[in-house]
């Protein structure tokens, strides 16, 4: 079956500018994961999606990021007015539940900020 | 918090075997991962490790003790293919997220 999917694969913005990444998860996987990745650095989370339980936002590093899942399937990660420092691979993953220890990984976003 | 220490980067040359280990800490425990990526790829999952001992799935291994803080991915019959990025995780308490180390880059050589 389809695995989960995100678009656009690139994106480059300019500083200030605001840029949505979106992410279609595996259907039927209830939790919904978005990581960052920099070169260099470790895969960095940044929010957890639950089925219809309150996000756990624990790893956005500033107000400037926030996410939404519409229906309990897509979501999107926005960033606004964008710092060079939020270059880097944003990763999207789903799983079964909240227990199942294998998450599926999207192709990633690249996003540059110049 | 959570700190989890790899190695930066291994080599190793075609048909040998490499072990790639992994120290953490962390505030509650649920398990242990371990992801390959190859570069300019998604991350896959190779293995989990919630108790004690080796996991053995075909050439790729992987060992956990809890006591030490300390995990191991051992790859036997190296390929050209398995020059990539593994990635050693872990969950802890609450389920919800992973927390990963930066990655050892292996590269296998002929």
């Known amino acids: 079956g389809a695995g989960v999917s995100q678009s656009p694969s690139n994106k480059v913005t300019e500083k200030g500018k605001d840029v949505e990444l979106r992410c279609d998860p595996i259907?039927?996987?209830?939790?919904l994961y978005w990581y960052r990745q920099s070169l260099g650095q470790g895969l960095e989370f940044l929010i957890y999606?639950?089925?219809?339980?309150?996000?756990?936002k624990s790893g956005l590093p500033s107000d400037r990021f926030s996410a939404e899942r519409t229906g309990g399937s897509v979501s999107t990660l926005t960033i606004q007015r964008t710092q060079q420092e939020d270059s880097a691979v944003y990763l999207c993953?789903?799983?079964?539940?909240?227990?199942?220890?294998?998450?599926?990984f999207g192709p990633g976003t690249r996003l540059t900020v110049t | 918090g959570q700190n989890i220490d790899q190695p930066t980067e291994m080599t190793a040359t075609e048909g040998a075997i490499v072990q790639i280990n992994c120290t953490y800490q962390?505030?509650?425990?649920?398990?242990l991962f371990w992801y390959q990526q190859h570069a300019g790829e998604a991350p896959t999952f190779l293995s989990y490790n919630v108790l004690d001992g080796l996991e053995e799935k075909g050439r790729f291994s992987s060992f956990l003790s809890r006591s030490k803080g300390y995990s191991y991915l051992l790859l036997k019959e190296l390929q050209m293919k398995d020059s990539a990025s593994y990635l050693c995780?872990?969950?802890?308490?609450?389920?919800?997220?992973?927390?990963f180390g930066k990655g050892t880059m292996l590269l296998v050589s002929p």
């Open positions: 995780a872990v969950r802890g308490k609450g389920y919800s997220t992973l927390t």
């Open positions: 999606f639950q089925g219809n339980s309150a996000p756990d």
């Open positions: 993953a789903s799983s079964f539940s909240r227990d199942d220890y294998e998450q599926y």
């Open positions: 259907s039927g996987h209830t939790a």
């Open positions: 962390t505030s509650g425990f649920n398990g």
